[in-house]
């Protein structure tokens, strides 16, 4: 199959190389520029958005990967990745920078700590078959959806959970820890 990479800084990047090579991909790890050279795709993964930043800064990949987006390169982002996917951010650190490309403003940690972690089933109209089981961990949501930016889910209540716009894909929940795969094979489908 295709090279596609994981942002390997921080995060959950190794349950997302799991599902990528279980979809036949050849799933690398990617810590330095000449890596993301290498890549055709790249997943950015849950964990914390304010170390990935400050990560991605430090091993001279910010520059690398804002121009390989711009270009076009196919990208998903799950949690802290769509964080890190999104050209605002509300209750971001002072100094916490993202990525951008997808036109939409998100807030982190908006679920509150009392119920900051839950799984939920979800109707997505991009992907066939049945709900998506959707597990949801200090999860970021999606609070403001620009002209050139979509909704690809939505709560009951009506808070939006996923995003996509061209090749890039956001989702505010973690597929790859909950044996869902069709997120993925989407990302591979865009390649
Ligand atoms: N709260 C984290 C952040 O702001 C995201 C949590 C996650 O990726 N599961 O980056």
């Not at 959950?12 to 036949?24: I, P, S």
């Not at 076009?72 to 982002?77: D, E, I, L, S, T």
């Not at 992907?127 to 002209?147: C, K, S, Y």
Request: a negative charge; charged letters at 25%.
């Amino acid at each position: 199959g295709p090279r596609v990479g994981v942002l390997a800084l921080q995060g959950d990047f190794r349950e997302h190389l799991a599902v990528l090579t279980e979809l036949g991909a050849d799933a690398v790890p990617v810590r330095r520029a000449r890596e993301l050279e290498q890549v055709a795709g790249l997943v950015i993964p849950g964990g914390e958005s304010t170390v990935m930043d400050k990560l991605s800064r430090a091993f001279g990949l910010r520059e690398p990967l804002q121009e390989r987006i711009a270009a076009g390169m196919p990208v998903y982002g799950t949690c802290a990745g769509l964080i890190m996917l999104s050209d605002r951010v509300r209750d971001a650190l002072p100094d916490q920078q993202t990525l951008g490309g997808l036109d939409v403003t998100v807030r982190r940690n908006a679920f509150g700590t009392q119920v900051d972690s839950f799984e939920t089933d979800l109707d997505v109209e991009l992907l066939d078959g049945p709900p998506v089981h959707a597990a949801f961990i200090r999860a970021p949501i999606v609070e403001e959806v620009g002209p050139s930016a979509e909704a690809v889910a939505t709560l009951d209540d009506g808070r939006v959970v996923a995003v996509r716009q061209g090749t890039l894909l956001g989702t505010s929940f973690h597929p790859e820890i909950t044996g869902e795969t069709r997120f993925h094979r989407h990302f591979l489908g865009l390649l």
